[in-house]
């Protein structure tokens, strides 16, 4: 899908690191890049718990060079990082509820991993542009809303707080080192090469799975709370609108989308494209504890500093998605 | 000195643990637990170029049990932990400037030491009670003064950036766990046995350290930075104070001292003391990156709550303070 509207770089011949390449995310930005011309290089750990899946870069891989390691190996990560133009930093690990069970794990790979990244900048490619998918789940439960880059950080879990503490690395390493790093506080992200394996990664991708093998959805609490969701398409646009603007740099922006919909109004969505049957169910209390009830984003600064705004709304881009995935279960579960 | 005015718990027979305990802050509290009855177990890892010294707990070797060992030590530290009723966690790396320099030390130190001190205990004694020394270093350059817990956290070095997020590990396992923790968000503190070895512990060890050798002293600046100064005896009873303070769980609350001075005030009041002689020279730049100019917190969040209110201004705390070292110097530099 070309997306010519949308102003940006020249992307053609820049030399791209993409880490976490071959997650969800990560690989939708690496193939829109290569379709741009980018030279790729994807760095994935392929940790089996997590999002990185072959089947993601399925038939790009000639267009793309895949460098499997782990970026909490300091040492390859030395050697990747030189040369590069851009770096799209996007390895994480994602699971709210797991981060409670395994904080260590949490604490290496979104906190330990991104300083590791900005020292080996500093020391090897200082001029590199690194772009950081921070997560709307720093902001804990909303005080207000739309929440917007002002609202207090309060984080619910041990994955809000690192995903946090990396973010303020970034910006300090920009203050004090004068390095070019913009993060970008996604909200709910959905669409094809989500993570869909496991129950770990949030409602949006168990709803899909179990929508797309007609189990029975589970709906925790009043089905009532509102989220915004956005379009992978729309956060790969973000992503390369906000790439090379000096503007950002040292700065952290809310994606968003200007719609918003309730949990139960995203699974009738769902059942327009798929045989979806749910019961509302009250909250596990280890969900519970870490809920943060009605999230939507005020994502005006980023907007206003790039044009960006999503294109896609819920109801085509959960199409797009069920189309995606209704013929690649085998590959994603 | 007997503070008998100060209300507090009864001490006398509990078991306590200071982690970093033969370090500045964590010896003082030592010997005042001593003092007050309570068996006291202080750990600390001794190494090379941090406050933990021998010295700190001289003549006091016979009241407490010492047990040297690393706090990133995880297993170690779960059999500490144990049968213990309070722990203080007072072990830190805290030079702003080695932050800098040294990120990974600082983040394993400050941040996943700390928790591994949570898991430990949420594992092995969930019931303990755990005061964490924060410091106001977390709020960065002040936005407004007095700096109250509402003002914005934007830490100015990596330092700042971990403490904050081992002060927020604290208040989330209060939250989702029911664990009992209080941090307190220490602001210039100084006084006997504090760490004068070297440059890299901020201007009051740096200052005192050269007033008592007849060095000059270099003011960086114009030396019209303010500060509020605490004195190590009145931190000390902010942390006794908040000790078995249920409603005090989960927060984190100011410490700070009415008078506030500047730094050249400070030179002032130590020449009273000593023979001192000083220069004003422009901020080195690596100083100069992480200052925060002018700095003194309002505490009546805490004060309001506990009645602590500091006992000593600082012309008798230095007194007090070179008092303690005059006689000392070959034990601290």
Redesign the interface.
Known sequence: MARRDQPMIEFSGKKVLILGGMGFIGSNLAIRLADLGADVTVVDSMLAQYGGNLANLDGHQDRLHINFSDIRDSHTLSYLVRDVDIIYSMAGQTSHVES?HD??TD?EIN??SQ??IL?CCRKFNPQVEILYASTRQIYGRPQYLPVDESHP?V????NG??K??AE??YT?YH??HGMRCTSLRLTNTYGPRQHLRDNKQGFVGIFLRLALSGEQLRVFGDGQQLRDFNYVDDVVDAFLMATGREDLHGGAFNLGHGDKHSLLEFVQTLAEFTDVSYEIVPFPPEHK??DIGDYYADFSLFSDKTTWVPQVDLKSGLERTVNYFKTRQNLYW
């Not at 984080?155 to 041990?158: I, K, L, T």
């Open positions: 409670m904080p260590f604490l906190c330990s300083l590791s020292e950080i984080p619910v879990d041990v707080i690192n946090y503490a303020m690395y300090l203050k004090v504890a870490i």
